[in-house]
């Protein structure tokens, strides 16, 4: 059974620079797109970008000057890092697999506040 | 960017009943090449992350009860949900993987 495990800090002050991590266990990591997704509950559900095993990423063009994905596969795992986070950034973040049609696993989500 | 709308905001339902959500995609997500609807519809319960439910417009996802199903092509699309329990009733989203940025309608909360 495919597990989808995250972590990282959840409190930043604005300015400072998130970083999430997700780990993947007892399935395939290559093959998949890898994604990253939040939630608040002012913009809802936003995508904000993918990576596969070799390193191709996509990223939304909203965030994608402060955004980068990462891939270690030799450890089944992918990060996000978004710079100059500001209260707009206070979500739940979400690391998802992608199998061509919908995301099928999910990790259990990173409350992320920004507050000074 | 693609805009999804989805339609009720809210939806008031009664168990045993049936109920339809409606999502509106701002262009079409039909793939001329594959003949296929980049459509999926996901269910989140509180404190839950989304659980996909179906995809390609209206193939339910392994594990997912034949009382949820999804149709529509092109731009318009609906996910019934039919013999209602208890368990149905919380918030639903439509999504397009078509076209990068891939996004999410607003949602649709199903209450008794």
């Known amino acids: 059974q495919e597990q989808i495990q995250q972590w990282g800090a959840g409190l930043l002050k604005p300015s400072e620079t998130l970083s999430l991590t997700c780990g993947v266990s007892?399935?395939?990591?290559?093959?998949?797109?890898w994604n990253w997704i939040r939630q608040s509950p002012g913009k809802g559900l936003e995508w904000i970008g993918e990576?596969?095993?070799?390193?191709?990423?996509d990223y939304n063009p909203s965030l994608k000057s402060r955004v980068t994905i990462s891939v270690d596969p030799f450890n089944q795992q992918f990060s996000l890092r978004l710079t100059s986070v500001t209260a707009a950034d206070s979500a739940v973040y979400y690391c998802?697999?992608?199998?061509?049609?919908?995301?099928?696993?999910w990790g259990q989500g990173t409350l992320v506040t920004v507050s000074s | 960017d693609i805009v999804m709308t989805q339609s009720p905001d809210s939806l008031p339902v009664s168990l045993g009943e049936r109920a339809t959500i409606n999502c509106k995609s701002s262009?079409?997500?039909?793939?001329?090449?594959?003949?296929?609807?980049?459509l999926a519809w996901y269910q989140q319960n509180p404190g839950q992350p989304p659980r996909l439910l179906i995809y390609?417009?209206?193939t339910r996802e392994s594990g997912v009860p034949d009382r949820f199903s999804g149709s529509g092509s092109g731009t318009d699309f609906t996910l019934t949900i039919t013999s209602l329990r208890a368990e149905d009733v919380t918030l639903y989203y439509c999504q397009q993987y078509y076209i990068s940025p891939y996004t999410f309608g607003q949602g649709t909360r199903l209450e008794i």
């Open positions: 990576i596969n095993h070799t390193g191709k990423t």
């Open positions: 998802a697999r992608d199998v061509g049609g919908g995301y099928t696993h």
């Open positions: 007892g399935g395939s990591f290559s093959g998949y797109f």
């Open positions: 390609w417009a209206s």
């Open positions: 262009q079409s997500v039909l793939s001329n090449s594959n003949n296929r609807n980049y």
